[in-house]
């Protein structure tokens, strides 16, 4: 029998929206409340079988990055703890798993990355000798470090498809397409923002004895047309986590991340298309310690 899927049920503030993972709500105007869930997606498509303490693992590793990383860039939080703004009944539902943020509108396009060569960039890597058009050095082994971190955008796809791996022009056309003239211009602050956050970021993890071989930021824009770092901040779900001991160049690395769920997603007869495949016990329960376990290398910490 399936873990039972947390879904937030709250009742007093309106549903904006239900994502892979989060739900949100509306706290007035001005100001959102995003709950995490433990549903876990993998290829864009939600699987049926949930992770237990996952969203409370992705808000509290997010709340931690958000915490060290605020100096680089404004960020979505308003310092509002979220269980003010639900009735009484609802505050379990959000203690720990939540976080009340600005509304802001996000920008069109995923800011990835990379330091390593691994995951679609690898099999990018190895049919044409680049990533997202950005040429790299030839003879490169998987999971090879890069020279310099570098920047190689997606395009937000519509629900039930693949987000878009494409240059750093043609995201900088599909912002301002979207956004207007303001929009060239944005999607060079994040590019620029996304590179400084992880550059810091590296730095922090290896000091933790991690290796953080890519990562997504999303960035949203307030009404002064102001860059902000929003949604989810080097979680599992958005970074891919390597145990420094554990590297070698050569090979796919062990990781922290949910990356463990993918390969063995990849051992299936599976389109990557909804509805998702079944998830074994052993696989739920090793991709709930991997979510713990990333949050106590992080920070040095337990979750609460």
């Keep these: 029998m399936s873990t039972p899927l947390f879904e937030s049920s709250i009742k007093s503030l309106p549903l904006l929206g239900r994502g892979k993972v989060r739900d949100i709500y509306a706290v007035d105007d001005d100001k959102l409340l995003i709950v995490a869930s433990d549903r876990l997606s993998a290829f864009d498509v939600v699987l049926p079988d949930p992770i237990p303490d996952k969203g409370r693992a992705l808000t509290a ?17 308003t310092g509002i703890a979220p269980e003010n703004v639900v009735a009484p009944g609802e505050r379990e539902q959000v203690r720990g798993r939540a976080l009340v943020a600005k509304r802001l509108k996000p920008l069109p396009i995923e800011a990835v990355v990379r330091g390593y060569v691994i995951g679609s960039g690898w099999k990018d890597y190895q049919a044409n000798g680049a990533i997202c058009g950005i040429v790299l050095p030839p003879g490169l082994k998987q999971a090879a470090r890069l020279p310099r971190p570098v920047f190689t955008p997606a395009i937000k796809a519509e629900a039930g498809e693949h987000d878009e791996n494409v240059s750093f022009e043609q995201a900088r056309a599909h912002c301002e397409a979207a956004i207007g003239p303001h929009g060239a211009a944005l999607a060079e602050q994040a590019r620029e923002a996304a590179v400084a956050l992880y550059r810091e970021a590296v730095d922090y993890a290896a000091g933790r004895g991690i290796i953080i071989a890519d990562t997504k930021f999303e960035f949203g824009v307030d009404a ?6 929003i949604d989810e901040v080097l979680t599992p ?22 990356q463990y769920v993918r390969d063995y997603l990849e051992t299936l007869d599976w389109d990557k298309k909804a509805p998702g495949p079944r998830l074994p016990p052993e696989v739920i329960a090793r991709t709930a310690d991997k979510y713990r376990e990333a949050y106590s290398c992080l920070t040095g910490q337990t979750l609460p």
Excluded: C, M
């Design 224 to 229: 002064a047309g102001a860059l902000h770092l």
């Design 237 to 258: 779900d958005s970074s891919r986590f390597w145990p420094a001991a554990d590297y070698r160049e050569g090979t796919s690395p062990p990781s922290f991340d949910k």
């Design 61 to 77: 590793t997010a709340n931690f990055w958000f915490a060290r990383l605020g100096h680089v860039i404004a960020n979505q939080l």
